[in-house]
């Protein structure tokens, strides 16, 4: 059964930081990895879905990176901001049609 | 494209009621997902459509639980006899399937049972 652990699941940084987001998945063999945004009792936004065949995917200030074969990724967030406040959760999907496996998320707050 | 949309946001309930959520997806996305999500934890799958087949459920979906989509387009989620354990969160996603089967979220309905 797929495991997905993220680290820190909280975090507090100055703005302006540069950060580093962690997630770690038992089973390699996946399809796929989506990073997610959650604020406080809202629904998810998608940030970056990164391919097995690929290392890494860029979105402005983002940037994730995977390593399928040692079962982890990151989130990278540079020059933070106070509106990067939220929890940030990351997914993996075994095959194109399962559902996604999530983390319990990192809660991030960056204080102006 | 108007984003994935759910209904009611919030619903507060007594134990033993009868509730039934919906969700909207994005108009060409022919897979629809439903999650629940608890306090702390990340979002836990629990059915899964492809047009108006329902072809994975969760252990977490229990006899109590329905769902349904009709013509393959929005989807009802029905919780019978509520229980206090069902209080959580309950998000849908939808996707076009495809090679990145990237999906995207509604912004949850909230459910209280009291």
């Known amino acids: 059964k797929q495991e997905v652990t993220q680290i820190p699941a909280a975090l507090s940084v100055p703005e302006g930081e540069n950060l580093v987001l962690n997630c770690s998945f038992t089973d390699s063999a996946i399809y796929n990895l989506q990073w997610f945004r959650q604020d406080p009792g809202k629904g998810l936004t998608s940030l970056l879905l990164i391919q097995s065949s690929q290392r890494e995917q860029t979105s402005g200030r983002l940037n994730a990176s995977l390593d399928k074969s040692s079962g982890r990724s990151t989130l990278y967030i540079a020059a933070s901001q106070p509106g990067d406040s939220a929890t940030y959760l990351c997914a993996v999907r075994r095959s194109g049609n399962t559902p996604l496996v999530f983390g319990k998320g990192t809660r991030l707050s960056v204080i102006a | 494209d108007t984003g994935v949309s759910q209904d009611p946001r919030h619903k507060i309930t007594k134990r033993g009621q009868n509730v039934t959520f919906r969700c909207d997806p994005i108009?060409?996305?022919?897979?629809l997902y439903w999650y629940r999500q608890t306090l702390g934890q990340g979002p836990e799958f629990l059915t899964y459509?492809?047009?108006?087949?329902?072809?994975?459920k969760s252990r977490l979906l229990s006899d109590r639980f329905s769902a349904e989509r009709p013509k393959g387009s929005f989807s009802t989620l029905e919780i019978q006899r509520t229980e206090q354990g069902d209080s959580a969160m309950y998000l849908c996603?939808?996707?076009?399937?495809?090679?990145?089967?990237?999906?995207?979220f509604g912004p949850g309905t909230r459910l209280t049972v009291l």
């Open positions: 996603a939808s996707s076009t399937g495809g090679y990145y089967n990237e999906q995207f």
């Open positions: 108009s060409e996305h022919n897979r």
């Open positions: 459509f492809q047009n108006e087949a329902q072809l994975e």
